[in-house]
């Protein structure tokens, strides 16, 4: 299993663009940005909304991906098991899994500014499609049907639906599944709390969870 860098430097820049604008801003808006610390400080409700709009233009947010070697066989015969081959495959394969951006919307982020705690609901996460590397496959033949190239490919194709069977039953286990999720939040919580933090906001917790749309 491997995890994959969640990429947030878009989270970053909006924000640091988002800062700069608000120096330049027009004499009405000047009583929202304060000096703290030698650095400016925009309003939390809207580096939140301009972080969440920047998270949706992503549409999907790839937080983890397993991967896996399925070896898997399978068997064809003739003329009533007169003539019989078989191909046993073995082969690299991954599968990512997504956090579907176009769920989350504003009514799955709240912002209590007593607590300074924003929370975000999520919606489950979703299995990518199966990629394989059949490059590295490593197939074995046999019997008097692997001569014929034709049913050596009908055999090929019924172990390659196998294994993507085979990858996807194990991406569900529930060990995995919770690994994911736990990346997942940690992805979105820091995609959120970073440009808090160039905003001046570093005192605000983000707690990211799978809400109403996990049902």
Do not use: C, W
Not at 20 to 49: H, K, M, N, Y
Not at 75 to 104: C, F, K, M, W
Not at 172 to 198: C, M, S, W
């Amino acid at each position: 299993m491997k995890t994959k860098d969640i990429a947030i430097g878009a989270a970053v820049v909006a924000a640091a663009s988002f800062t700069a604008g608000r120096v330049t801003a027009p004499p009405p808006d000047i009583d929202r940005v304060v000096r703290q610390g030698g650095l400016f400080s925009v309003d939390a409700s809207e580096v939140i909304t301009v972080t969440l709009a920047s998270l949706r233009d992503q549409n999907r947010l790839q937080v983890y991906e397993y991967a896996a070697e399925p070896s898997v066989r399978v068997t064809r015969s003739r003329l009533a098991g007169l003539i019989s081959g078989s191909q046993e495959l073995i082969v690299p394969a991954s599968v990512a899994y997504h956090v579907d951006l176009a769920n989350v919307g504003a009514d799955d982020v709240a912002y209590n500014r007593d607590t300074k705690v924003v929370v975000i609901e999520l919606p489950r996460l979703v299995l990518g499609n199966v990629a394989f590397l059949p490059e590295k496959a490593r197939a074995t033949n046999g019997g008097l049907l692997t001569f014929d190239e034709d049913h050596v490919e009908e055999l090929r194709k019924l172990n390659y639906a196998a294994a993507r069977k085979a990858v996807v039953r194990s991406a569900q286990n529930p060990t995995i599944v919770a690994l994911a999720e736990r990346q997942a939040l940690k992805a979105v919580q820091d995609y959120f709390e970073i440009p808090l933090r160039v905003a001046g906001h570093a005192d605000i917790r983000v707690q990211a969870r799978f809400g109403k749309h996990a049902t």
